[in-house]
């Protein structure tokens, strides 16, 4: 039983160049979120999907990012024309299906990004 | 809006001896859970309890409880008899149990360090 997968672990690019991070949940979650960790601070939402739709999107979400989950099993975070400040670690976590469970979140190791 | 408060920002503690992490949450909603999570240097968040807001016992699981005070709106985990590999930081969040509300809220997180 594997966890949730992140790919790559590390990323270093130069700003103003696009990024694409992926995500591989559990297989049988069909909920996935992605959040953003900033040092010092805790994980902040970003964004949610059940199955393939994305359903809830934070604020936080500029037009530069965007995510998908095509046929609602891997996920994609891109963004685009990267800044200094989107240097942060990016969390996946993937959950089951609420309906008589606690919809625990289980996270990946994330995706530390880095833009000089 | 929800918000989680951790006032720790670091707890220092000899091995063996039991810890308490403090939490108090706002919300003005009636049906919530609460959650902590441990994120090791490696960068993983790693579930650890859970608490519903209608359960009338404190939550247990293995080494680790959750101290619920409902009235006080605090969520303090407690870990006995620590031990090395527990240094880690520490998260409490909390996610309202309506429709559609999927996004789990974090506070600043806890750095416990347990000395040998």
């Known amino acids: 039983d594997t966890g949730v997968s992140q790919n790559p672990r590390h990323k270093i690019t130069k700003r103003g160049q696009n990024v694409t991070f992926r995500c591989d949940p559990i297989s049988e979650h069909n909920r996935l979120y992605w959040y953003r960790q900033t040092l010092g601070q805790g994980p902040e939402f970003l964004t949610y999907?059940?199955?393939?739709?994305?359903?809830?999107k934070s604020r936080l979400l500029s037009d530069r990012f965007s995510a998908e989950r095509p046929k609602g099993s891997f996920s994609t975070l891109e963004i685009q024309r990267t800044e200094q400040g989107d240097s942060a670690m990016y969390l996946c976590?993937?959950?089951?299906?609420?309906?008589?469970?606690?919809?625990?979140?289980?996270f990946g190791a994330g995706t530390r990004l880095s833009v000089l | 809006a929800q918000k989680i408060t951790q006032t720790q920002p670091g707890m220092f503690v000899q091995e063996k001896e039991a810890v308490t992490l403090d939490c108090t949450y706002d919300?003005?909603?009636?049906?919530?859970?609460l959650f902590w999570y441990k994120q090791p240097s490696s960068g993983e968040m790693i579930f650890l309890i859970y608490q519903g807001s209608y359960d009338e016992q404190n939550a247990t699981e293995g080494r680790y409880s959750l101290n619920f005070q409902k009235a006080r709106k605090s969520a303090n985990l407690v870990i006995s008899a620590s031990q090395l590999g527990d240094s880690a930081m520490y998260f409490c969040a909390m996610r309202a149990r309506i429709q559609g509300a999927q996004k789990l809220v974090f506070g600043q997180g806890t750095r416990l360090t347990i000395n040998p």
């Open positions: 999907f059940q199955n393939e739709a994305q359903l809830e």
């Open positions: 976590a993937s959950s089951p299906p609420l309906k008589g469970g606690l919809g625990i979140q289980y």
């Open positions: 919300t003005s909603d009636q049906s919530y859970g």
